[in-house]
């Protein structure tokens, strides 16, 4: 599938979660500007298209953790661009016997987005929001808004306020 038959089959319930999210900074007086771009997915290719060093992407992953035998919980763990999700810190922070990237299908229904397009944002329960603090280092940082054509670049320090994520290191090289 091309990025552009990618951007045309985007539902509209990742509709839905972009104007959610701009609404709730709007409301929240947060600073961040859109941009448009070519529909792109990956984090370097959509950072070159933006401006901005990798380092300042947000890379959203969903991780289930196995908490026992029955019980398991998802993270929606953000990390910088440059960055890999450590699946053992999570791990550990949650005391799980196990840890791995949630199905395509589970992250997109607790996300709200489709793959690529996952907001720095939790908007379900279930889905506990831990960002890495190498990340929140810059001024601002960038992230692909529920679509993989449109981006915002977000104050941190109201991204802090707006979003209330757990801070702690889940960032590998």
């Given amino acids: ?4 038959e990618a951007v045309h089959s985007e539902t509209h319930e990742a509709h839905e979660t972009y104007e959610k999210l701009v609404a ?4 929240r007086g947060a600073a961040y500007r859109v941009i448009e771009h070519e529909a792109e997915g990956g984090t370097e ?17 969903v991780v289930m953790v196995k908490l026992g035998k029955k019980e398991k919980r998802y993270v929606l763990a953000v990390v910088s661009g440059d960055k890999r999700v450590d699946l053992g810190a999570i791990k550990g922070l949650l005391g799980g016997s196990y840890a791995g990237f949630a199905s395509q299908d589970v992250a997109e229904r607790l996300s709200q987005c489709v ?11 279930e889905l506990e929001l831990i960002v890495d603090p190498a990340l929140l280092e810059h ?3 960038f992230f692909n808004a529920a ?4 981006s915002l670049a977000l104050s941190t320090s109201d991204y802090l306020k707006v979003a209330g994520p757990r801070v702690e290191e889940i960032a590998a090289s």
């Fill in 24 to 27: 709730l900074l709007d409301e």
């Fill in 147 to 150: 679509r993989l054509d449109r």
């Fill in 1 to 4: 599938m091309s990025a552009s």
């Fill in 139 to 141: 001024p601002e940082f």
């Fill in 45 to 61: 290719a959509v950072s070159r298209l933006r401006g901005h060093s990798p380092a300042q992407a947000a890379k959203c992953i």
């Fill in 115 to 125: 793959s690529g397009t996952i907001l720095p944002f939790s908007f379900d329960p």
